[in-house]
Nanobody, 113 residues
């Protein structure tokens, strides 16, 4: 059974930083591309960042230069470092695995102006 557990969300002022973590179990983590998505109220879920098994990364234009996705295969964990946060980054952030498609429960990020 695949389990993805996100943590690290919270309330932060604009310009601040947060680091999200997603601990995975039930998958061959090192063989899975991992994604971070987010969903704001009234909006569709959107892809924020991905990291391949080889460490290649890709980002949504809205977060390029501010967010960094990394992975630690020894810990079966993927991270999202978010800097220079903006109010429009407010959303529930979800971890996603591609090898065995699954979603975490999400972690709320709220950025105040």
């Amino acid at each position: 059974q695949v389990q993805l557990v996100e943590s690290g969300g919270g309330l932060v002022q604009a310009g601040g930083s947060l680091r999200l973590s997603c601990a995975a179990s039930g998958i061959a983590f090192s063989f899975s591309t991992m994604d971070w998505y987010r969903q704001a109220p009234g909006n569709e879920r959107e892809l924020v960042a991905l990291i391949t098994t080889g460490g290649i990364t890709n980002y949504a234009d809205s977060v390029k230069g501010r967010f960094t996705i990394t992975r630690d295969n020894a810990k079966n964990t993927v991270y999202l470092q978010m800097n220079s946060l903006k109010p429009e980054d407010t959303a529930v952030y979800y971890c996603h695995s591609r090898s065995k498609p699954a979603w975490g429960q999400g972690t709320q990020v709220t950025v105040s102006s």
